[in-house]
């Protein structure tokens, strides 16, 4: 398991109109969070944007989780997040985004409500190759009303989908964007962050661009 470094977060998360007026740290500060089906990717995209060592809770995958996590399509995964992710990334000067990895397995889901709180909007990560893996976080932020975009992890060996088929396969509102995306680099991963935050501005009536 990794540590974070001494940059920590400020005791709590404010939300977008809460912006304190400290110099040394951020004046607005949002939450986001990552979501998606056991190995979509989430600790990855947070690890490639964090200006911070990501906090991970990163366990080896033992025989126990056999019949309990999804491995179908995911063999070579070893390990898997038993907590969350936590990664902080600064957009501009004054506004930070703090990034919580959310657990995919289903045996986490009741952090969701804790993690959801306050949040700007999330991302949800989907790999081509096991969309089913994503539902459960999509149907999760539709009947929260959490504003959020779908990412399509494109994994080396996943088949090829344009947005408008991944959107009638996972059925998403036209309004959600659906971007396709590489969580392992820096500024496909920031655009994807860029995009939900924009997307979230929108539902809110506001204009701005980040
Ligand atoms: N080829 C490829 N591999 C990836 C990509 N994103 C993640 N991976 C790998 O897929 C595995 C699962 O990613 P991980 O971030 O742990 O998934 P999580 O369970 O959603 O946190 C890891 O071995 C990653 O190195 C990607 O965009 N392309
Ligand atoms: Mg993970």
Redesign the pocket.
Known sequence: MNSARSDSPPAAVASPDEADDREDGPRVALKILVA?G????????VGAVSEIRPLRTEESLTDASVGVDDLDG?A??T???VAM?FGRITLRDGVAIYLF?TP?QERFWFMWNELSRGALGAVV?ADTRRLTASFASIDYFERKGTPFVVAV????NADHYDPPEIRTALDIDPHVPILLC???HTVSAKQVLVSLVEHALRLAGGTRRV
Request: hydrophobic residues 30%; neutral net charge.
């Open positions: 998606g056991f190995g979509v990717g989430k600790t990855t995209l995911v070579a995964k390990t898997t997040t992710d990895g995919g990560l992890n494109c994994f080396d590489d969580a392992r």
